[in-house]
Nanobody
């Protein structure tokens, strides 16, 4: 199977920074798009940022200029650098990968989620 393992959760004061990582492991797989989503208590999961295999990025308006998504294809890892954090950024963050497994599309795989808490 393909697994996505996240790391980097933490509690940060407003204005601080945090970096999340998500590494894919397994065999006979490749990854196209990757992204980060988040879900705050009582709210729907929302898209934060995406990145293609070629490095093209897209961001939600709420995080533009503050967050940066990047990836290391050799390590099958995607990162989310979060700067100038605000209390409204508090959420569980999930990574997602568009996986090809055994040479065929397998859809989106999800990480386990990591808690980011920003205090005011």
């Amino acid at each position: 199977q393909v697994q996505l393992v996240e790391s980097g959760e933490g509690l940060v004061q407003a204005g601080g920074s945090l970096r999340l990582s998500c590494a894919a492991s397994g065999s006979r797989f490749s990854i196209n798009n990757m992204g980060w989503y988040r879900q705050a208590p009582g709210k729907q999961r929302e898209l934060v940022a995406t990145i293609t295999s070629g490095g093209s990025t897209n961001y939600a308006d709420s995080v533009k200029g503050r967050f940066a998504i990047s990836r290391d294809n050799a390590k099958n890892t995607v990162y989310l650098q979060m700067n100038s954090l605000k209390p409204e950024d508090t959420a569980v963050y999930y990574c997602n990968a568009d996986v090809l497994w055994l040479g065929a599309p397998r859809g989106g795989f999800w990480g386990q989620g990591t808690q980011v808490t920003v205090s005011s």
